[in-house]
């Protein structure tokens, strides 16, 4: 069976450059990169094409925030303004997609929708089969089920109400062992929007295990990864990307980034870090000393045993400030599709086989 007249989304302008190596290093990587950017409201697939350049699949989202990849990379799951949407890969679905067969060797779609209401989700990452989410606006960590907007599985000590008040900004999670076991935020705040008492400085590095504080005064630590075996961080504040020693309480800088650096995934010996423009009207970010340089959104590429930037992405237009990013690994030209056009109504996955059908007369 087949999809009639499959409605494309709206096209608009997403203009990029990039340095010359980039496509060949995805190619070799055998990867696509997937970064959320909640200003413009899309989740952008960037490819490697086989003759050379990129190619991008933007999507549209309200307010696309944090991205989480299950270790077998076939579910994916984006937190929104209002939600959390969760997505299986079909690749059989994406060879005989309508109007373009064979051109997708991997398909996401929409699954299962957490409705959980405005929470401002940052970080979201797969631990076995549950999702973790950072709840901003409660300053806690927290699971999502069919019973509840979301159930509280941590929050700091300092924090005594879960109260939809962004205490100290909790924004950052690391894994270890399929559960949370770092956090970031931006202070140690337990009142209203505290944290905006103290941009730029103040910031927190947090065992979720123990509650205990073991990182303070950062300048707006962000996207705490571990990454073979080390605990990477970065601080939006200053532009560094830092490798912090949790049992010591030290950290060191190892990069300087020009830019609001925000969002990092790696794959092999690359890391990829995000920047945003910084919004310079804004009252809790316009004074940043790193506004001189937080002119430009991209991806900054970094070879980690050298420590040097290999390479970068550029956006020309259209996207300025961007959350997450991805590495969608063994994938070189995926597609996903959101609910917002029909198309992922007509497609039918079941154990063993699939089909597109085709709309009722």
Known sequence: MTLTNPLPEKAESFSCTYTEMIPDLLMQLNCTLAISTYQAGKLILLSPKKGGGLVQLPRTFPKPMGIALDPTGNKLALACKDEV???????????????????????????????TGPLDIHDLTWGGNRLYAVNTLFSCIVTFDDAYSFTPYWKPSFITEIKPEDRCHLNGMAMENEKPRYATAFGKFNEKQGWKNNIGKGGLLIDVASNEILLDDLPMPHSPRIINGKLFLLFSATGELAIADPENHRYEVIAKIDGFVRGMDHCGDYLFICLSKQRKQSSSTGKLIIGETANTAGVTVLHLPSGRVAGHIRYEDSVEEIYDIRVLHNKKRPNILNTSTPDHRYSIALPGDSFWAKEKD
């Open 85 to 115: 949407v969760v997505f299986a890969n079909s690749p059989e679905l994406g060879m005989h997609y309508p109007g373009k067969p064979g051109v997708y060797d991997s398909f996401y779609l929409p699954r299962q929708t957490f409705h």
